[in-house]
């Protein structure tokens, strides 16, 4: 008896799925959108609640505050969605956007979050 049936007797030989190319690709780039979305609506949304407690400290009108407050939000992320612009990856861009855009959706219509009031309560003034 060799060596080599000896090693293949006992061992079971697990089907391995081939996928093509392109769909490891897209699965990456997709993987890579998604981590990219998650800090960029983390870190765009800490900083902007930041700033709401800044405003609030100016005692600045409501309105005002969720202007500033969807202004730093929206331009945090989009200093965050360069990253794939610049380097042509599309797909991460728009499975970054996507997911960005969903979980904003969800905390404020599922959750009704309010940036002023849920964090911080009603203002003082």
């Known amino acids: 008896m060799s060596f080599k049936t000896w090693k293949r007797r006992g061992r079971r030989v697990t089907p391995r799925v081939k996928l093509p ?5 897209i699965l990456l780039e997709v993987l ?10 983390l870190t765009a949304f800490l900083i902007a609640e ?4 800044v405003f609030l400290q100016w005692m600045l009108a409501r309105e005002r505050i969720l202007l500033f407050y969807y ?3 929206a331009l945090i ?18 499975a970054a956007t996507i997911l960005v855009v969903c979980v904003y959706l969800l905390l404020v219509k599922h ?15």
């Open 21 to 25: 190319y392109k769909a490891k690709f």
């Open 32 to 41: 890579y959108g998604v981590i990219l979305g998650f800090m960029s609506f």
């Open 50 to 53: 930041f700033s709401v407690w």
């Open 71 to 73: 202004m730093f939000f």
């Open 77 to 94: 992320n989009g200093l965050f969605f360069f990253i794939p612009i610049y380097n042509k990856r599309p797909i991460q861009l728009i």
């Open 111 to 125: 959750f009704a979050f309010d940036p002023i009031v849920t964090v911080f309560g009603p203002p003082n003034y």
